[in-house]
T-cell receptor, first 113, second 114 residues
Framework: QQQVKQSPQSLIVQKGGISIINCAYENTAFDYFPWYQQFPGKGPALLIA?????SEKKEGRFTISFNKSAKQFSLHIMDSQPGDSATYFC????????????FGEGTQLTVNP | GAGVSQSPSNKVTEKGKDVELRCDPISGHTALYWYRQSLGQGLEFLIY????????KSGLPSDRFSAERTGGSVSTLTIQRTQQEDSAVYLC????????????FGPGTRLTVL
C-alpha cells in the first residue's frame, strides 16, 4: 500500500519559472511532512518541512503548501535555477511511532538554462 | 562537524554471498535508521534504532536481513545469501534523539548482486 503518492514523476521547467510538485497521503496519523532533495550519487538532504498545524511554510525560494482536509501537500520552487535540478522526495512520518519516513516515489526536476 | 558516513561506497558481490554494510552516525545522534533505495520500490524503511531500546525491525524484507548497533554508535546491516533483487542503494540516516525531526542521510552504499 502506497501511503504517500507523489506527482509528477518528472518535471522540466525553464530557468526563472515555478516548479510545483504534489503529494497526497492516506494516513491521518502522519504529523510531520518533510521534502528531501537528492543529487546523483548523494544521500537525500532535508530541504524544508512542515507540521499540520500550519498551512504554509516558506524558506527562501521554497514553499510548502499544506491542505489537511484534502490530505495533500505541495512544494513550490520559485525562480527555479539549473542548480535546482535534482530528484525531490516528499515524505511523512508519525512522531510517536519512531518517526520512520514514508516516502513518495520521487520527482526528477530539470531546470533548463 | 562530520556528517553520516557509510562504507563501502560501492559493493559488488555474487549471488549467495553475505555482505556487511557499515554506518557511522553523527556524533551524539541516538536515533539511527536504515532505508533502501531501489528502482522498483523507491525509498523504503528497513530498521530503526533508538538508544538502548529494542529496534523496530518491521521494514526488513526477509530474515536474510539483520542489523545491529554496537554501543549506541556504529551500525552494521548484514544481508545473508544475497539475491539479485537485493541490488539497491542502502542509506543510513540519523537524528538527535526521539523528540527531534530532521533525519540526516549518509551518501549510501550501492550494492550490486551479480
Amino acid at each position: 500500500q502506497q501511503q504517500v503518492k507523489q506527482s509528477p514523476q518528472s518535471l522540466i521547467v525553464q530557468k526563472g519559472g515555478i516548479s510545483i510538485i504534489n503529494c497526497a497521503y492516506e494516513n491521518t496519523a502522519f504529523d510531520y511532512f518533510p521534502w528531501y532533495q537528492q543529487f546523483p550519487g548523494k544521500g537525500p538532504a532535508l530541504l524544508i518541512a512542515i507540521r499540520p498545524d500550519v498551512s504554509e511554510k516558506k524558506e527562501g525560494r521554497f514553499t510548502i503548501s499544506f491542505n489537511k482536509s484534502a490530505k495533500q501537500f505541495s512544494l513550490h520552487i520559485m525562480d527555479s535555477q539549473p542548480g535546482d535540478s535534482a530528484t525531490y522526495f516528499c515524505a511523512a512520518s508519525i512522531s510517536t511511532s519512531g518517526s520512520r519516513l514514508t516516502f513518495g516515489e520521487g520527482t526528477q526536476l530539470t531546470v533548463n538554462p | 562537524g562530520a556528517g553520516v558516513s557509510q562504507s563501502p561506497s560501492n559493493k559488488v558481490t555474487e549471488k549467495g554471498k553475505d555482505v556487511e554494510l557499515r554506518c557511522d552516525p553523527i556524533s551524539g545522534h541516538t536515533a539511527l535508521y536504515w532505508y533502501r533505495q531501489s528502482l522498483g520500490q523507491g525509498l523504503e524503511f528497513l530498521i530503526y534504532f533508538q538508544g538502548n531500546s529494542a529496534p523496530d525491525k518491521s521494514g526488513l524484507p526477509s530474515d536474510r536481513f539483520s542489523a545491529e548497533r554496537t554501543g549506541g554508535s556504529v551500525s552494521t546491516l548484514t544481508i545473508q545469501r544475497t539475491q539479485q533483487e537485493d541490488s539497491a542503494v542502502y542509506l543510513c540516516a540519523t537524528k538527535d534523539g526521539p523528540s527531534t525531526d530532521t533525519q540526516y542521510f549518509g551518501p549510501g552504499t550501492r550494492l550490486t548482486v551479480l
